[in-house]
């Protein structure tokens, strides 16, 4: 079993900045990919960001050159820095990892509880 917990949400004023964190704990070989997505009522979860191994990112459309994903594999973090925020962006944000668990030969993707991002002011 891979658990995630996420933490960093909360509310932040238009154009304001928050910095999440998800961390994965458990029975880990190894970790490949680690993303961010988010659900905001009435929509259907979104991909924000995901990021590889290998340090390769890729973005979704509405918050490319706003959010910057990064991972620190030493701590089995991946965070999700998240500037000029918008009050589209309000939803509960949900990491996600996959990769490898136990001795290496079991696969694991795991989600996270989910952490409240509210942008007003």
């Known amino acids: 079993q891979v658990q995630l917990v996420e933490s960093g949400g909360g509310l932040v004023q238009p154009g304001g900045s928050l910095r999440l964190s998800c961390v994965a704990s458990?029975?880990?070989?190894?970790?490949?990919?680690m993303g961010w997505y988010r659900h905001a009522p009435g929509k259907q979860r979104d991909l924000i960001a995901r990021?590889?191994?290998?340090?390769?990112?890729n973005y979704g459309d509405s918050v490319k050159g706003r959010f910057t994903i990064s991972r620190d594999d030493a701590k089995n973090t991946v965070y999700l820095q998240m500037s000029s925020l918008k009050p589209e962006d309000t939803a509960v944000y949900y990491c996600?990892?996959?990769?490898?668990?136990?001795?290496?030969?079991?696969?694991?993707?795991?989600w996270g509880q989910g952490t409240q991002v509210t942008v007003s002011s």
């Open positions: 458990g029975s880990i070989f190894s970790i490949n990919t």
């Open positions: 990021i590889t191994s290998g340090g390769r990112t």
């Open positions: 996600n990892v996959d990769g490898r668990g136990g001795t290496g030969s079991n696969f694991f993707s795991s």
